[in-house]
């Protein structure tokens, strides 16, 4: 998908690595961004919203990454049910423009410093390790084989997930009724 | 060619931001938001190893999928568990909810 327009953009002139690099940087800003704005703004709704651009932008780097399955399944699962999910649950409980009420607790400034070092730990980790890289170009995932190794190799999981899936839909069930009293 | 590290940094980034909503939103809707987010940088992850190292079966992108579906299910009860404080507490502000505290 995005391979071909980048291989389209290509012929046209434009060198690909800058192309690949440029669209990235764009891509990692704008989820940076947005997963900012998700935990900085006040309404619980418009973090909502900033959430779901958030998702979008991911499934971007997905298709930067080759995965242009999970790219798919990002957006149906995420920004499709899971997001749905949330508004619904803003609606049914928060009064959403509320201004008075304070949406952080008291420790913010605790919370900023750890994150901040855990960043700093993260980011000198990914520095210094020696990541090991195959050298040859390795060709990316077909939907096809990934398909087959799903339906061979990982079906034992894939059967596990569908009895979570049910467990969790009777769950939802028993703990979200109504009570009568 | 992006370099690998770059993916990394990135999801490490989104999973700081994650972490700090999660420690200081006084909201449970906004604590699952930031949990999500932090799912979605170890997915990040996952698939940038598997395509940086190559595996022929694509156990990365199986594994970011089975996550993505264990997200959705760990999404759903937590938001049923907040509809129900909601309906027995009248608040979804979690220092608010001490019923389980001493």
């Keep these: ?61 997905y298709l930067l990454l080759d995965a242009q399955f999970l790219a798919v399944v990002q957006i149906i699962i995420y920004v499709g049910a899971i997001m749905i999910l949330f508004v619904f649950c803003i609606m049914l409980t928060s009064r959403i423009s509320d201004k008075a009420i304070r949406q952080v607790n008291q420790q913010v400034l605790f919370s900023l410093t ?11 980790l990914i520095i210094k390790s020696p990541w090991l890289s195959s050298g040859a170009e390795i060709e990316p995932l077909s939907l096809k084989e990934l398909g087959r190794s799903l339906f061979s190799k990982y079906v034992l999981p894939f059967e596990v997930i569908s009895l979570v899936l049910l467990a969790v839909m ?11 009293e | 060619m992006i370099p690998q590290s770059h993916f990394l940094i990135l999801s490490a980034i989104i999973f700081c931001i ?25 997915n990040i992850n996952l698939v940038t190893f598997n395509k940086f190292l190559g595996s022929p079966d694509g156990l990365g992108q199986v594994f970011a999928l089975f996550e993505i579906a264990l997200a959705a299910a760990a999404c759903v009860v937590g938001l049923t568990l907040v509809i129900s404080i909601y309906r027995n507490a009248k608040t979804i502000f979690i220092d608010k909810i001490n019923l389980m505290k001493w």
């Design chain 1, 114 to 124: 750890l994150a901040l070092i855990f960043l700093a730990i993260f980011y000198i």
């Design chain 2, 18 to 42: 994650g972490l700090f909503g999660a420690l200081t939103r006084r909201n449970a809707i906004g604590i699952l938001m930031s949990i999500e987010l932090m799912i979605n940088a170890a």
């Design chain 1, 170 to 180: 009777v769950g939802a069930i028993a703990i979200g009724k109504a009570r009568k």
């Design chain 1, 1 to 61: 998908m995005l391979n071909s327009l980048i291989q389209q953009l290509n012929n046209s002139g434009l060198p690909l690595n800058s192309f690949a690099q440029l669209s990235f940087y764009f891509i990692a800003g704008l989820t940076c961004l947005f997963a900012f704005l998700v935990v900085a703004s006040r309404n619980v709704f418009h973090s909502a919203v900033f959430l779901a651009l958030t998702l979008l932008s991911v499934s971007g780097i």
